[in-house]
């Protein structure tokens, strides 16, 4: 009898050391799914889907690595905080942001600005069919496979900046605070447009292309500071 | 660096240190505007001193800062200024003054990549279409499918304008020179109209599959009549394709990191991303109207991609019958193609 249970013990331990081993091995396809992201509708999902928007993941045009599509998303996060929060002295925020508002939704959903984001008619939080599809296929891909890989890290960063966002504030390091002069030309430091796609277009107004030497051009975006207007050096 | 493939805790501790190196290290990652840009900038433009590479004696690290062969290659070079002409070059930007040779600049960059992620980049710059391309060859495997992406050629990422500073640069820190010459290479950019490529039944129907799912848009649905769309020829230094609707008045570009034209990637087309311009409210004279917007393009791109697609491009007609049994009918014509 005694020697029957040990055997059964360790016969109990082995079918659970495997069934460990099972879970692990088949990772979301069978558990927890590596990446998941907040509701569409709210606005910490709302926020991270644009940021997922607007920079390149493997396999797309102008993936250049990780940590440059992390960056991307940190700095256009910087561009709506800045239209918020932070504009410079000279300018009126419609100016910057193309229009007003307290938030980083305005700016995100306000008319003509962010392509595929919008509002609806009962003013909602929108986006375009196309964004979500592309969403629901980088979810699909990072959900798949035997563990996280970098399109887990990079949907979960989204969000994660986003609800820390939403919870905290701006507590990310911004790539171009301390400039000061780009070119000869007086700037106010902070990027205030990006422009996806090529960079032989110009956004405008009284934007300053950052160049390459200062990191200017992150997940195939081109970001913009702003000319200084407040009289000083 | 880690490619997301560690442990949670573990994993992000690494990331965070590699990533904090990562930024030191990268304040020169690009390399671009050395001499020119510094000239322009104070000590506060950049945020920590760039870090540039000594060339060492070694031949195998000398072989490495040497641009790669492929974008060395004149009949390359002339497939990147034939694009350039057919897509962004104007009158303002041609600067032939009194050149007899046309001169492509070109150097091998190096941004941080991911660990196992081999790609090639380079810089090429061409002073007489005070144009630069920044161009790449994927080599890479997507972890999660164990796709490869790798292209068999460098294809444009980026692309800016010069500014004229760079035409006196001295061939240092890996610049090397190429010179063709002006009347030949006019001439290759005038005889390409005769030697136009385009999607093949393969990639038209990657691409419509994409459409459908990016944009909800079937091109093939079953609504009756004709649909015509307009196809503007490949280039073998993009990796992008671009169609035109004309029922819709929609202009999409696909574009993807892998080689467009090399079947396979998700069978419904999902790994292409998809933009669409309403050309008939998507479009401005100038980014003056709305500074800072991404939505939009000028009339001007507009025009150019049009050019592309109606005039150098192939026109499908896909008659719909009103019986949705029935067939489709396609029809193709190309200008210039009997």
Request: aromatic share 8%; net charge negative; glycine share 10%.
């Amino acid at each position: 009898m005694k020697r029957s249970m040990t055997r059964g013990r360790w016969w109990g331990a082995g079918v659970a050391a495997l069934c460990l081993w099972l879970a692990a091995a088949g990772g979301a396809q069978g558990g927890e799914a590596f990446a998941t992201l907040e509701p569409k509708t709210s606005r910490e999902g709302y926020l991270a889907r644009l940021l997922i928007n607007e920079v390149p993941f493997p396999g797309e045009r102008g993936f250049v690595s990780e940590e440059d599509t992390r960056t991307a998303m940190r700095e256009v996060l910087w561009v709506l905080h800045g239209r918020t929060k932070l504009v410079p002295a000279g300018y009126k925020q419609e100016e910057v942001g193309g229009t007003t508002g307290t938030n980083v939704l305005d700016f995100i959903t306000a008319r003509r600005q962010c392509e595929g984001f919008m509002r609806d008619a009962q003013g909602g939080l929108a986006m375009e069919a196309r964004v979500e599809a592309r969403v629901e296929y980088l979810l699909k891909l990072a959900n798949s496979g035997s563990k996280p890989g970098r399109f887990a890290n990079l949907l979960n960063y989204a969000q994660d900046l986003a609800k820390r966002y939403f919870a905290e504030g701006m507590t990310e390091a911004d790539v171009f605070a301390e400039l000061t002069s780009i070119g000869g030309v007086p700037v106010t430091g902070r990027p205030y447009s990006w422009m996806a796609g090529q960079d032989i277009y110009h956004p405008g107004g009284s934007f300053v292309r950052i160049p390459d030497s200062l990191r200017g051009l992150l997940g195939g975006n081109r970001f913009f500071t702003l000319q200084r207007k407040d009289g000083t050096q | 660096m880690s490619s997301g493939r560690m442990a949670s805790g573990q994993g992000w501790a690494m990331v965070l240190a590699t990533s904090a190196l990562s930024l030191v290290l990268s304040a020169a990652t690009w390399g671009a505007e050395e001499a020119a840009a510094a000239a322009g900038q104070t000590a506060a433009e950049s945020p920590a001193a760039p870090l540039t590479e000594t060339p060492s004696a070694d031949a195998a690290a000398t072989e490495s800062l040497n641009p790669p062969a492929a974008v060395l290659d004149p009949e390359y070079l002339e497939d990147l200024a034939v694009f350039l002409y057919w897509w962004y070059l104007d009158e303002e930007d041609l600067d032939l003054g009194d050149r007899k040779g046309f001169v492509f600049r070109v150097r091998r960059l190096r941004p941080e990549a991911d660990e196992a992620d081999h790609s090639e980049w380079a810089e090429i710059r061409l002073p007489a279409f005070k144009l630069g391309v920044v161009v790449k060859r994927p080599d890479y495997v997507i972890e999660e499918t164990g796709d490869a992406v790798k292209g068999k050629m460098f294809r444009i990422v980026n692309l800016f304008r010069l500014d004229g500073t760079e035409d006196g640069e001295q061939e240092t820190d890996g610049w090397q020179r190429v010179d063709l010459s002006l009347p030949d290479m006019l001439e290759e950019i005038y005889a390409r109209y005769e030697h136009r490529r385009f999607p093949d039944a393969e990639l038209t129907e990657r691409l419509h599959r994409a459409c459908r799912r990016a944009m909800n848009l079937d091109v093939n649905g079953r609504e009756a009549g004709d649909q015509v769309m307009h196809i503007a020829p490949l280039s073998d230094v993009a990796n992008e394709a671009w169609v035109y609707l004309e029922n819709q008045c929609l202009l999409l570009q696909f574009t993807t990191d892998r080689d467009i034209e090399e079947p396979g990637g998700d069978p419904d087309g999902a790994d292409m991303r998809v933009r669409g311009y309403n050309l008939l409210e998507d479009t401005i004279t100038t980014p003056e109207e709305i500074p800072g917007t991404t939505q939009y393009m000028t009339m001007d791109q507009a025009g150019r991609a049009l050019y592309n697609c109606l005039v150098l491009g192939k026109r499908l007609i896909v008659l719909n019958p009103e019986d949705a049994q029935e067939t489709p009918i396609v029809k193709e014509f190309v200008v210039g193609r009997q």
